[in-house]
Nanobody
């Protein structure tokens, strides 16, 4: 069983930055995708970014490309999401998740094939 714990959420003004962390524990495969997703009130869950842990290759949603960066620290079993130039529309609960390493780009950002999810962390961006 894999446990994922997010941290780093909070409230910031537009233009500010936050860094989210996702610490994984328990049995976890070395070949996997780690993804960040978000869900705003009344909206569907949206894939934000994903990283293939073996190669470090990354995918981003168009809405965050150039502002958000996903990274990993394998020694700490932790994945990060650095969020810069935050906008009010980035306000959401952010979740990290772990999924199989064979996913395509669309599957990695789609979220349906992920096996494990964290509890989420709130990010609020005020204008």
């Amino acid at each position: 069983q894999v446990q994922l714990v997010e941290s780093g959420g909070g409230s910031v003004q537009a233009g500010g930055s936050l860094r989210l962390s996702c610490a994984a524990s328990g049995y976890t495969s070395s070949s996997k995708y780690m993804g960040w997703f978000r869900q705003a009130p009344g909206k569907e869950r949206e894939g934000v970014a994903a990283i293939f842990t073996v190669l470090g290759s990354t995918y981003y949603a168009d809405s965050v490309k150039g502002r958000f960066t996903i990274s990993q620290d394998n020694a700490k079993n932790t994945v990060y999401l650095q969020m810069n130039r935050l906008k009010p529309e980035d306000t959401a609960i952010y979740y990290c998740a772990e999924g199989p390493g064979w996913m395509t780009r669309s599957q990695a950002l789609g979220g349906l094939l992920y096996n494990y999810w964290g509890q989420g962390t709130q990010v609020t961006v005020s204008s």
